[in-house]
């Protein structure tokens, strides 16, 4: 059976990194916009649309700690110029000067390049967003070698898959498809030896497409990025469609406020570019795990139940969170179940702002009693629910 060469590995790992910062690219793009950064500007009795002040963000940058200081800010911002994500309103600078110019994402006027590469990256997403979807996903936990794997699944039933959704015509087309994306580093045999095949080798997603990303990330680009932790999406994300038969992509209008724009949906095996290659056929979204390779620790240091949550005098407060979320969630995770507990929080997210903390538990969700469901429940009710979240959470009385 053929392994992978170093070569293909070094390949691979390039466009995962790649991805990456379209990914943290397209956060921030998001995030920017509900920020408010990014407006109609006038300068020299011309209007720029969709655009900011180069100055004014990297001050966001430092105070939402997403650098450090003005040259690390500097520096991921031109990471994002080198990579095609930003640029100068007149390209008439090719790096970016921490002053008063005007600099735009390309998604928001149209220039950024739909690439092959972009194409598969976005073919792996849409496939990626439709298996976590489903209530019977061929992603399951699997054990190889004592280690165990989370959101995986076996070359054969991916096959079966893509056949049974229209997403190929036939075995040898989802092959290719699998290639495609194992050689952009999106999918990956869980112990990175072997390339796609028809066959029960277990591979996983390499790209985990919900994470929130940090974008002094970007500057670790030689060394490959640990998966998260979380065996799920590590941060509860908001819900992109309300009608799952549909692709889309996230747009945003002249007044600034993120809508959802319905894209054409694939009717045949044609490329948008009019390639015949069965990769690019799909209209993905561009929003945003291989996911963690064990089962987090709990951060409870004991079992509780619902009686004792609920006895009288019990040493538990509850307390009423109202959480906005923002382009790329809410920003905490959800474990456990009858009850469930805040596993993780975000430093730097809605909920940590509204004052969120690990180890509360959850009463209720938008008014809805939850202390009787598990974790994959309430996380449905949370993403499927409003942008703002009305939580009720008890927390033990120190």
Not at 1 to 12: I, Q, V
Not at 342 to 371: E, H, R, T, W
Request: charged share 25%; hydrophobic share 35%.
């Amino acid at each position: 059976m053929e392994s992978l060469s170093s070569s293909l590995k070094k390949k691979a790992t390039e466009q995962h990194y790649r991805a990456e910062v379209m990914i943290a690219g397209e956060q921030l793009r998001l995030r920017l916009h509900d920020g408010k950064l990014i407006k109609d500007r006038r300068y020299h009795l011309r209007t720029y649309p969709n655009c900011f002040v180069a100055k004014e963000l990297t001050d966001w940058l430092i105070d939402h700690k997403e650098a450090p200081d003005r040259e690390t800010g500097i520096r991921l911002m031109q990471k994002l110029m080198d990579h095609y994500i930003i640029h100068h309103v007149c390209d008439e600078h090719s790096d970016y000067k921490d002053a008063k110019l005007l600099y735009r994402f390309r998604k928001d006027d149209g220039t950024f390049p739909l690439s092959k590469d972009v194409k598969v990256f976005m073919r792996g997403q849409s496939l990626y967003e439709k298996l976590v979807s489903m209530e019977e996903s061929i992603l399951k936990v699997r054990e190889e070698n004592s280690v165990k794997y989370q959101r995986t699944f076996l070359g054969c039933e991916m096959i079966d898959w893509l056949i049974q959704e229209g997403e190929a015509e036939n075995r040898k087309e989802a092959v290719e498809l699998g290639r495609a994306l194992l050689e952009h580093g999106i999918i990956q045999h869980v112990s990175n030896r072997h390339h796609f095949f028809d066959s029960d080798i277990v591979y996983q997603f390499w790209i985990n497409f919900r994470r929130r990303c940090r974008l002094t990330e970007l500057l670790n680009e030689n060394s490959s990025r640990t998966l998260s932790e979380s065996p799920d999406s590590p941060f509860c994300l908001r819900k992109l469609n309300s009608d799952p038969g549909n692709t889309s992509f996230l747009s945003v209008q002249t007044n600034k406020e993120i809508k959802i724009v319905s894209a054409v949906r694939r009717s045949s095996i044609t490329s948008l570019a009019g390639n015949s290659n069965p990769y690019f056929s799909t209209t993905p979204t561009l929003v945003f795990p291989p996911v963690a390779e064990c089962n987090p620790k709990s951060v409870l240091k004991r079992p509780v139940t619902n009686e004792e949550l609920l006895s009288p005098g019990a040493p538990y407060i509850k307390k009423t969170l109202t959480i906005v979320g923002d382009a790329v969630g809410w920003g905490f995770v959800v474990r456990g179940g009858r009850p469930c507990h805040i596993q993780a929080v975000d430093p730097g997210g809605p909920a940590a702002a509204a004052g969120m903390k690990v180890c509360q538990f959850v009463f209720s969700v938008n008014g809805i009693y939850v202390l009787h469901l598990d974790y994959q429940t309430i996380s449905s009710l949370i993403m499927t629910g409003p942008r703002t979240l009305v939580m009720e959470v008890m927390e033990a009385v120190e």
